[in-house]
């Protein structure tokens, strides 16, 4: 069991790097992987330990991204209140879902969010998000420099239910941010992915608090602080590379990632 913990720790470190990266919060790679290293765990569990390694993970991402001005507070506050209510009865639904049921809908979900990311429309051609323009954009939300959507209460709307997926599935809800800030509301590729952090680090503590209150935690703490030490660290790394990586790009990993875990949930439920 030691040795388990102690090798989730590198485990934990990609998953951070590359969940900052894409904004995502890494919740949706952790959440198939644990329900493959732990096939008799409850639903539950799962989603228990992975709401909180995807707190950790966003936290630390956040404040990487606040330090480099990539964040729009405005918008990520809206957000994330909005999220609240849907994390905490997501949090409360996931005891009623048994585990096959559950790796479906997990299934489903991740190959209509890659297939969502693979055939959206255009983004606003003004949002050509450089790593050059974005070290020079102002702290908050980059007025004159981006040109942004200005319907938040329609993202607010879409939290609400944003929040709801995420809790229940412990996976932090960023892949569906992200394409909604970006191809929605017109959001540059890493200003979206930062927000998309942001939100989630508030939203992933609403929803990991609830299954501590419940004590679906209780069985997951040791599994969850060895993970948690090594996304802080890849999420370091992730916001450090989110610099050198074109958004296009960030995008396509995305996509491929969703597709990939999907259709390997579906068949595991089949």
Not at 15 to 29: E, H, R, S, Y
Not at 209 to 231: D, E, I, K, M, P
Request: charged share 10%; net charge positive.
């Amino acid at each position: 069991m030691i040795d388990l913990q102690l090798w989730l720790i590198p485990m934990g470190i990609i998953i951070g790097a590359f969940g900052t990266l894409i904004g995502a919060g890494g919740g949706f790679v952790l959440v198939p992987l644990l329900l493959l290293f732990y096939p008799a765990e409850n639903p539950d569990t799962i989603t228990s330990i992975s709401l909180a390694v995807v707190f950790f993970n966003a936290l630390s991402g956040s404040l990487a991204y606040a330090w480099a001005k990539r964040i729009d507070y405005r918008s990520g506050l809206l957000c994330a209140a909005a999220t609240i209510p849907g994390a905490v009865l997501g949090a409360l639904t996931t005891t009623q879902i048994p585990r096959r049921t559950f790796d479906l809908l997990f299934g489903i979900l991740m190959v209509a969010a890659s297939a969502l990311l693979c055939f959206s429309p255009k983004r606003n051609p003004k949002n050509q998000n450089t790593a050059t323009a974005l070290d020079k954009a102002p702290t908050g939300r980059a007025t004159g420099r981006y040109f942004f959507g200005n319907n938040r209460l329609w993202g607010a709307g879409l939290s609400v239910l944003f929040g709801y997926i995420s809790s229940l599935l412990g996976i932090g809800a960023g892949f569906l941010y992200v394409p909604t800030f970006i191809y929605f509301l017109d959001f540059p590729v890493h200003v979206a992915t930062a927000t998309s952090q942001f939100i989630l680090a508030i939203m992933a503590f609403a929803g990991s608090a609830t299954h501590v209150v419940t004590g679906a935690f209780h069985n997951g703490v040791r599994r969850t602080l060895v993970l948690s030490v090594g996304v802080v660290v890849g999420a370091q790394l992730g916001a450090r590379l989110s610099s050198r990586v074109q958004g296009d790009w960030i995008m396509r990993g995305l996509a491929v990632a969703l597709g990939f875990v999907g259709v390997r949930l579906i068949i595991m439920a089949l």
